[in-house]
């Protein structure tokens, strides 16, 4: 088949270039070449050839795709061309005598061979793709791609080898427009200052694609902006992620998570490896949202061994089937079902593993659940916690990391208010042991279970209504890759008795997540789906926050990590805590709860009035 191709091409090149050298002698003497010039000609035409022959074979430019012809293909044509014009002159001059070739001959040789093989490629390519298109049965799909940078490029060129049904017809861009609108590729640029209906309408578009790495701000804006004007919104991957090998090109429709879409976190692997890496971890909660894709990731970093710790029978055995495919064989997992509210059970297991990381995921996080169940989040969320503090301080671990949250601020709720407390008993023994332990605080995390989004998809599947408690209420939210990603930075870098804070971006409107959940289903609200207001519920807040207002005076320790000044629990009323805790486990539910948001009260004030003072001495 080489061979062939060699035959074709060179049979080709043979002819262009004769063309090409007798047009350069025409040019150059106004179509009037005087005998003796064209006596030259006869006399040179083989040896150039031969020459230019030579380069192309040097320059492999026979082994080049003509179909998928490139700009560094043409100019590697070219700078062949050059090589043989200069190799030409000199060569006819001092073997062949006078009269001599003129140097404008071979000027003008050199400009239209290269014109020659840049028309060549060119047009096979066009031909090539235009009966490609043709031959589609598919629907042709008038598209515009949001993007007009080198991710927008590529993400057209990719449509054009791959998936030509999608014929791009305008790019929009930051900063592209204005009066005089740029081309690229003959592709005109719009401004996204411009009405992108106005713009679909004008050059007829059906589609609008956008790149996976766009802001999640920008994606709801254009996602709403589509939904009132019958334009399919599409995503596709990155031009990074397709080179990493992360995703193969492919169009696909734009799911929740590009909604929230931010720039990525740029992670310290060799810090996360170093203190993962040859070392036995523990995670409880395993089998929940945020632990098992904290075993996942760790598996990434090649632990000795990795314990997976819940209490449900059923989560367990789902998540040994799912990481035995994923893992291999090279670490040792270890599968536990145990309460973490049993000290003996968890005494036994770190007796067994003796783990020198632990991730404490484990906790009750449905609020308004909690409500019903005050005793039950006490002894799982803090009774738990301090069972797990204790023993990784009594087995002497070397880190132990606590998974917190943004309710755990200014508590209104019982499982805030637990885990408020679960921070504060972990910075009362970080302050006594050995054991470093870090605490890491962020907000809601998408499609975890019982969460909003899950919530949202099942009442669409129904047909609706879709419930929101109120139209003003706003929640931080995260992909769960993203902030396990973050959890592991922080336990990198953060020093015992640390709460560190991830980055979540800017809040961003329930109401706003429910219609566009609901335009990405394809429906229309409330023409489909309504959207109904059912009033704040139980323990919830219209808006949650990071921090204390004493701890705002945060300093990066990281691109999208904070860290708040640290404050010593004092252990005394810690221990006094706990004890009317225990007490009120045997009391009704409005007495817990009530007792638990007391105690809260009084840790709260506490800490106040210890800024003050230390604010007044200084």
Wanted: proline share 5%; charged share 20%.
């Amino acid at each position: 088949m080489s061979l062939l191709r060699f035959t074709v091409v060179i049979a080709v090149y043979a002819v262009m270039y004769v063309v090409c050298y007798f047009v350069a002698f025409a040019l150059r003497f106004e179509f009037s070449v005087p005998e003796r010039l064209m006596a030259v000609f006869a006399q040179t035409v083989l040896p150039m050839v031969g020459i230019k022959f030579i380069a192309t074979i040097i320059s492999q430019d026979w082994r080049r795709s003509f179909r998928f012809s490139t700009l560094p293909d043409l100019v590697c044509a070219g700078l062949a061309m050059l090589g043989a014009s200069v190799a030409a002159w000199p060569l006819f001059t001092m073997i062949l005598g006078p009269p001599f070739v003129p140097r404008a001959v071979i000027l003008i040789d050199l400009v239209l061979s290269t014109l020659g093989i840049v028309l060549l490629r060119g047009g096979v390519r066009l031909v090539y793709q235009g009966f490609r298109q043709a031959g589609e049965s598919r629907e042709v799909r008038r598209t515009i791609i949001y993007d007009a940078g080198h991710v927008g490029l590529g993400i057209l060129r990719a449509l054009q080898m791959t998936a030509p049904e999608y014929r791009v017809v305008g790019f929009v861009s930051s900063s592209g427009g204005g009066r005089h609108r740029p081309l690229i590729m003959g592709i005109p640029v719009w401004s996204a200052d411009c009405n992108l209906p106005e713009i679909a309408a004008q050059l007829r578009a059906t589609d609008v694609l956008l790149p996976a790495n766009l802001n999640g701000r920008v994606v709801r804006s254009v996602v709403e902006t589509c939904r009132g004007c019958d334009l399919i919104t599409h995503v596709v991957p990155g031009v990074e992620q397709i080179l990493n090998g992360q995703l193969a090109f492919s169009v696909r429709d734009v799911a929740i998570a590009d909604l929230l879409q931010r720039a990525p976190a740029e992670l310290d692997m060799n810090a996360i490896e170093q203190y993962i890496s040859g070392r036995r971890i523990l995670v409880t909660g395993a089998a929940g949202s945020i632990g098992s894709e904290l075993c996942r990731q760790i598996l990434r970093f090649n632990p000795v061994s990795l314990v997976f710790v819940d209490h449900s029978e059923s989560g367990v055995f789902e998540l040994e089937q799912d990481i035995d495919k994923d893992s291999g064989d090279s670490p040792e997992l270890h599968f536990v079902v145990a309460d973490i509210t049993d000290r003996n059970s968890v005494h036994r297991v770190l007796s067994m593993h003796r783990p020198e990381i632990v991730f404490h995921a484990a906790a009750y996080k449905h609020v308004p659940l909690m409500e019903l169940y005050p005793h039950a989040a006490i002894r799982n969320n803090v009774f738990g916690t301090r069972t797990m503090v204790d023993l990784a301080d009594e087995f002497r671990v070397e880190r132990f990391v606590l998974i917190s949250t943004d309710k755990a601020v200014r508590p209104a709720n019982i499982m805030g208010a637990t885990k408020l407390i679960a921070e504060k008993y972990l910075q009362s023994v970080a302050a006594v042991s050995n054991t470093q332990y870090i605490t890491v605080r962020f907000g809601n995390v998408l499609n975890s279970v019982g969460s909003v989004i899950p919530t949202f998809r099942r009442q669409i599947a129904r047909g609706g209504p879709v419930t929101v408690t109120d139209p003003a209420m706003t929640r931080y939210f995260m992909t769960i890759p993203e902030a396990v990603q973050l959890v592991l930075q922080a336990g990198a870098i953060g020093d015992s008795g640390d709460i560190l804070i991830l980055d979540m971006g800017e809040p961003v409107r329930i109401v706003d997540l429910a219609r566009a959940m609901i335009a990405l289903s394809g429906l229309r609200c409330p023409e489909d789906i309504d959207i109904e207001v059912t009033g704040v519920r139980p323990g919830e807040k219209l808006t949650e926050e990071l921090f204390y207002e004493w701890e705002r005076d945060l300093w990066k320790v990281h691109d999208k990590i904070f860290r708040a000044p640290r404050r010593e629990m004092d252990r005394e009323l810690m221990s006094e805590a706990l004890e009317q805790l225990e007490s009120v486990m045997q009391e009704d539910r409005d007495f817990a709860a009530s007792t638990l948001h007391q105690i809260v009260s009084n840790i709260v004030n506490h800490d106040a009035e210890r800024v003050q003072l230390l604010q007044s001495a200084a």
